[in-house]
């Protein structure tokens, strides 16, 4: 499997323009999390789905970001506009998620957005 | 409200010694799962242990193990034989549930530095 499969690897862009990070999850994964890493704040989980279906996003920080995942194997982040405070590393994970039992997550090598 | 709290910014190791990384929790839930995570300078996140809160016996895997102490609310890392490739930030991550959705967090992160 090619594992957790993001794009851009890195995206440079202006302030108030629109962004949008794409994320392929491993195949037969049925969770999705989207975190965003900063050296202030750390690691931070965004927002997860759970069969497609948007469980937790008190992560999302305000408005301007959100998130969609239209089928099993595609999700996208957008933040609209960009502000330069959302500059970071966006990481997108998986795994297989069942009945209260805990699997690892498999994480994509990030988008390091930087926004100007 | 949980949480987890990583009290060691950075750890020196001498190649070959062992070495542990601390991580305590704080959640009032019964069921939870910890994790650790391995985030080496190139950016990505690897997976290296879990355990569960029910799990009775500490986990292993290889060199690296999981010293839960569930009445103090800790899952320190223990890394037997450093190698120069343990070099990394290392993440304690804890899964519960709030109001029956699940939840994920991630501590600071421990800097651990092997000298040769």
């Known amino acids: 499997d090619a594992g957790v499969i993001q794009s851009p690897r890195h995206e440079v862009t202006e302030m108030g323009q629109e962004v949008t990070l794409r994320c392929k999850p491993i195949?037969?994964?049925?969770?999705l999390f989207w975190y965003r890493q900063t050296m202030m704040r750390g690691l931070e989980l965004l927002i997860y789905?759970?069969?497609?279906?948007?469980?937790?996003d008190s992560g999302m920080p305000e408005d301007r970001f959100s998130a969609k995942m239209p089928n099993a194997s595609f999700s996208t982040l957008k933040i609209q506009p960009s502000e330069p405070r959302d500059s970071a590393v966006y990481f997108c994970?998986?795994?297989?998620?069942?009945?209260?039992?805990?699997?690892?997550?498999?994480f994509g090598p990030g988008t390091r957005l930087t926004v100007l | 409200a949980q949480k987890i709290t990583q009290t060691q910014p950075g750890m020196f190791v001498q190649e070959k010694e062992a070495v542990t990384l601390d991580c305590t929790y704080d959640t009032s839930d019964q069921s939870y799962g910890l994790f650790w995570y391995k985030q080496p300078s190139s950016g990505e996140m690897i997976f290296l242990i879990y355990q569960g809160s029910y799990d009775e016996q500490n986990a292993t895997e290889g060199r690296y193990s999981l010293n839960f102490q569930k009445a103090r609310k800790s899952a320190n890392l223990v890394i037997s034989a450093s190698q120069l490739g343990d070099s990394a930030m290392y993440f304690c991550a804890m899964r519960g549930v709030t109001s029956g959705t699940y939840k994920y967090i991630f501590g600071t992160g421990t800097r651990l530095k092997v000298l040769a």
């Open positions: 195949s037969g994964h049925n969770s």
């Open positions: 994970a998986s795994s297989w998620t069942s009945g209260g039992v805990d699997n690892e997550q498999f």
């Open positions: 789905f759970n069969n497609n279906v948007p469980i937790d």
